[in-house]
């Protein structure tokens, strides 16, 4: 019973910034990820990468590494059950990630997984790999967008017919899916606009880098069972996808959830755990498998590269009205980049009457791409907000009004679709508005820009249990690996129902067998739907608390309110109580440590399905200096704003902010895939694979706005994705302040910025 | 009547029809209502879609209760990173 | 398989020995040898600094030294850094900053930053962000993490004096 997201509330514990329960762990190197976990008599698993980029595997002959000491399996798609090819769930395609985790027929990348092997040693799996004899034809591939769209392209699935076209076509294409959002008339609009302005934007592939690399360990015993160690964003999903792929029952995969070193959302499905499965279950040993830095950048899902068309037509009032967009995003290997979420979100921000977006999902030889915090915005914000910076500047509207007058909110109909309920987007912009850095001096050779962020933030179904120690402190059991700080908020969340001091909870991330059914940690969703669930959870505990009081005091259970931890007499309960001299007030220690006596332990449970997660609105403001003689930008003031709804911890909230900040500053400045003629990857390592070092970065300034989300107890808006959206745009429009050039290509590296300046004879 | 607003993507079996009203009391009664007007469209629906009731997105919903005057629309499942 | 060799090495102020082989390196023995995990793998070419540690009072890549070099060595790692049940004040400045997400990056951090303030105890910004450039961190975009690296160098100066 509380309060519709909290406005009027007054909280003890929401707000405060304690020390994370698992902090100590961390620091101390206590903390177990994927890796540091060993059992007696494991094996160590390795595996067999394509080296072409499209090839069909003709044999496979293992007999020369299973001959060699030491190894004990090895596996192929042999060893996997096949699965159907529209075997699907939702966005999930089966059969392709199974064929993704162990290639059959065809490889389509380098680096695609061929086999594995366990061995006694990494050395001996190692060279075991090396006497594993593929006979591969070498097929055309294509590497390049463009190409793969075009007619005569090879083409990598047969079977692949373009969905979503008016007519469904009967020749085979690299084109997966395309989709469509419209609204009004756009042509007409657009003709009687003002002014127009088309432009289009390239961006190259990244990755999440993520440090820890993928690891794992599985177990299966004599009687079937399987248990997996592993560090990932869902063990749940982990247990979910490995039985579908393997066919196995979901309850004879047990997996144990390790803390995680970074996802960012490439932790959301499943690489080796598959493969240790079947290899502990071939051999009877523990089987690990831990990936190199090399084959995390050669084989696992990055972020795609884009080619996005934008036209967009204003009024010289400043009133953006129409808008048509073309995304063309690269799947990689198997259908499903994040293509829709772009065309979604790509005009989110704005109120408008007309447009039209199309989203194409194309198919190549390059990795299966794989979720990057918000995934499919970044790309679609650099090419709207860079435009909406044009249209300002040719309006000689300053660019923040302008966003401001064409800016959704309560009640607006989103570009995808639902009407918005409150929102914080000219929250953010007002709060950027009255920020000194707004107008702060600049110096030689800097300049400043802004963007606007969005990303849906997700719902989804997490289950928690609060149980209440025989002293009166709590554990918290819930089921999203902690990737940032949740265990601390969900702990506040806890505190605040049971109105008990924070460190007397102590929050626990179990494992698939010990909690309910949780997604995964990630779409911006366990402060707010795990958070949901907790509450719930401590609303129960504290339910039964006061049936339990009610029950002793033998008063009426409609008569105690929960206050400050403590059940309290009101009403005629009250006036009984104080006839008999009784005191109208049970502390929960006290209420806890009777609970044999009165019904026995006091436990509270929750599990959902959270539905009205909040839309999270970011604006971000940054000053570059450009060198105009080598083309390098230096990050030289940030400033971050951004609508969380409710900061359960303000700490991790601001450090979602600065996270986010930073990788959208190494996708805008440096990050990128540099692939050869022959798809094989030239910069798989960090050294070359350049992301931002605290060299590179200034203070990251954060400014948390709360527009409360209406629909959480709290009022917690999602805040870890939104954060990487307006950095690439603001960074941008940043640089063309400076120099007037404008980029539209990624990233703004010092070759690609030289080469521009030169070309405008600004160098 | 609750106001149904179709995406693009499913115009093979809509015919390009974007809104429809219709008559439900939950998401599942929607859908099969949907699938009576529009044959084939039902399956669509069911497996792996987010909908939004009335500006709320709810992921893999069924039993979710529709309002007489609720706007529904079919989104793309979007589970974020 | 090559002999093993037998190096004795004194770490966190233990003296330790261990079997390893030729090609094996400092991070691979202290994790799969000797159980100290806290020591970190993201990438073993030395690009990320997540297996920092002190070698001789030297902050090194545990990934770039072979195991058989630390024969007769001092090495310190973050298992080394709390003092019995206290935690060394840049820990738990870390925490009081949150200065960790996922916290894999943290104990190199911990153990480069415990360099640089026993090498320069009253650095600027600048310095501990030069200092620190070795190390990746992909969560927090640094600034917490700086802030409790220059709030821990202040704490610790002022004990000293």
Redo the contacts between chains.
């Keep these: 019973m509380t309060d519709s997201n909290g406005s009027d509330r007054k909280f003890k514990w929401v707000g405060t910034r304690p020390i994370r329960h698992d902090g100590v762990d961390k620091v101390t190197g206590r903390a177990h990820y994927g890796a540091d976990f060993d059992l007696p008599g494991m094996l160590h698993a390795h595996v067999l990468r394509s080296p072409h980029a499209h090839a069909r595997i003709r044999r496979i002959d293992a007999s020369k590494a299973l001959a060699l000491e030491g190894v004990k399996a090895v596996i192929t798609s042999d060893d996997i059950p096949e699965l159907p090819l529209d075997e699907a769930s939702g966005p999930t395609n089966f059969s392709d990630l199974s064929r993704n985790v162990l290639a059959r027929d065809k490889v389509l990348y380098h680096g695609h997984a061929v086999a594995a092997v366990a061995a006694t040693s990494t050395r001996i799996a190692q060279e075991a790999l090396s006497l594993i004899e593929v006979d591969y034809e070498p097929l055309p591939h294509v590497l390049d967008i463009r190409a793969a769209m075009a007619p005569g392209a090879p083409i990598l699935h047969d079977h692949m017919r373009t969905k979503g076209l008016k007519e469904a076509p009967d020749e085979p294409s690299n084109i997966a899916s395309k989709m469509e959002l419209t609204r009004g008339d756009v042509d007409q609009a657009l003709a009687e606009a003002d002014f127009v302005i088309e432009r289009e934007f390239e961006t190259a592939t990244v990755h999440q880098g993520y440090i820890e690399p993928h690891a794992c360990v599985a177990q299966t015993n004599e009687d079937g069972q399987t248990t997996v160690w592993a560090s990932s964003q869902g063990h749940f999903m982990i247990r979910a996808y490995s039985a579908r792929l393997l066919r196995l029952d979901i309850s004879q995969i047990k997996v144990i959830p390790m803390e995680i070193g970074g996802g960012f959302g490439g932790k959301t499905t499943v690489y080796l755990e598959p493969l240790a499965i079947v290899l502990s279950r071939k051999t009877g040993r523990p089987v690990k498998a831990v990936m190199t830095r090399e084959e995390v950048f050669r084989a696992t899902g990055p972020a795609p590269a884009t080619l996005i068309n934008v036209k967009f037509g204003a009024n010289r009032d400043g009133k953006i009205v129409a808008a048509k967009c073309e995304l063309f995003y690269e799947a990689g290997a198997f259908p499903g980049s994040p293509v829709a979420a772009g065309a979604m979100c790509i005009l989110a921000p704005f109120d408008l009457d007309h447009f039209t977006i199309e989203g194409y999902d194309v198919v190549l030889n390059k990795p299966k791409t794989a979720a990057y915090r918000a995934p499919g915005a970044p790309p679609a914000a650099f090419a709207a907000e860079t435009v909406i910076d044009e249209i300002a500047r040719e309006l000689e509207i300053d660019p923040l009004d302008l966003r401001r007058n064409n800016a959704v909110s309560k009640g607006s109909q989103a570009a995808y679709g639902p009407k918005f309920s409150d929102i914080g987007l000219i929250e953010t912009l007002d709060a950027l508005r009255k920020h000194p850095h707004y107008e702060a001096p600049l110096g030689e050779n800097q300049g400043r820009g802004c963007a606007v962020g969005f990303w849906f933030n997700a719902g989804m179904q997490s289950s928690a249990e609060v149980k209440l120690n025989e002293d009166g402190t709590a554990v918290v059991v819930e089921g999203c690996p902690d990737i940032g700080g949740s265990r601390a908020s969900l702990a506040i969340m806890a505190a605040e129902e049971l109105g008990i001091d924070v460190y007397k909870v102590r929050p626990v991330v179990a494992d698939t067998e010990a909690v309910g059914i949780n997604d995964n940690t990630g779409g911006s969703r366990v402060t707010f739907a795990t958070g949901m669930a907790v509450i719930e959870a401590s609303q129960d505990v504290v339910r039964q608390c006061c049936e339990r009081a009610a029950n002793i005091w033998d008063i009426d259970a409609k008569d105690v309110i929960w206050q400050d931890g403590c059940a309290v007499a009101t009403g005629d309960g009250a006036k009984k109580l104080d006839e008999e001299g009784k005191l109208p007030s049970m502390p929960i220690a006290e209420i806890a440590a009777g609970a044999a006596r009165t019904g026995g332990p006091i436990t509270g449970k929750a599990s959902l399905n959270a539905r009205g997660a909040g839309p999270a609105f970011a604006v971000h403001l940054v000053d570059v200096e450009v060198d105009r003689e080598t083309g390098k930008v230096d990050i030289v003031r940030y400033t971050t704003v951004q609508d969380a709804g409710r900061a359960i911890h303000p700490s991790y909230v601001e450090g979602q902010m600065q996270g986010g900040a930073a990788q959208g500053i190494g996708w805008a400045l440096n990050e990128e895939y540099v692939y050869d003629a022959d798809g094989v990857l030239a910069n798989p390592g960090f050294l070359d694979y350049r992301m931002p070092v605290a060299l590179d970065l200034p203070m990251i300034d954060t400014v948390v706005v709360e527009v409360p989300n209406p629909r959480h107890p709290y009022g917690v808006r999602g805040v870890g994705e939104v954060p990487i959206v307006p950095p690439i745009p603001a960074i941008a429009n940043a640089i063309h302040d400076a120099t007037g050039v404008r980029m539209r290509k990624l990233p703004m590296s010092p070759p690609n910025l030289l080469a521009e300046l030169t070309r405008a004879g600004r160098a | 009547m609750a106001t149904v ?1 179709l ?3 499913f ?2 079996w809509t015919g390009g029809v974007e809104h429809v009203d219709v008559d439900a009391r939950d998401v599942r009664q929607l859908i099969r209502a949907l699938d009576e007007r529009f044959p084939g469209l039902g399956e669509k629906l069911r ?3 987010a909908i ?10 069924l039993l ?1 209760p529709v309002e007489p005057d609720s ?1 529904v ?1 079919f ?7 | 398989m090559a002999r093993k060799t037998h190096v004795q090495a004194t770490i966190n102020g233990e003296q330790t020995e261990f079997l390893c082989q030729p090609h094996e390196s400092l991070s691979e023995v202290l994790r799969n040898e000797l159980d100290m995990t806290g020591t970190k793998e993201g990438c073993t070419t030395g690009d990320c600094g997540a297996c920092s540690v002190l070698l001789d009072g030297r902050l090194v890549c545990g990934c770039l030294v072979l195991a058989v070099e630390a024969d007769g060595s001092e090495i310190t790692t973050i298992e080394g850094m709390a003092t019995g049940q206290q935690l060394h004040p840049l820990q738990q400045k870390f925490l009081e900053h949150a200065a960790l997400q996922c916290g894999i990056c943290t104990p190199g951090f911990l153990v480069a930053a415990k360099a640089l303030l026993e090498h320069n105890p009253d650095p600027s910004e600048h310095e501990v962000r030069y200092w620190l450039s070795g190390n990746l961190c992909r969560c927090t975009g640094y600034d917490k993490i700086i802030a409790a690296v220059l709030d821990a160098a202040q704490t610790m100066g002022g004990d000293a004096r």
């Excluded at chain 2, 939004?52 to 919903?61: K, L, Q």
């Excluded at chain 2, 989104?75 to 990173?81: A, E, H, K, Q, T």
Aim: charged share 30%; aromatic share 0%; proline share 14%.
């Design positions: 607003i995406p693009a993507r115009s093979d497996d792996g879609v939004a009731i009335d500006g709320e997105i709810i992921n893999d919903p979710e706007e629309h989104l793309p499942p979007i589970s974020g990173g």
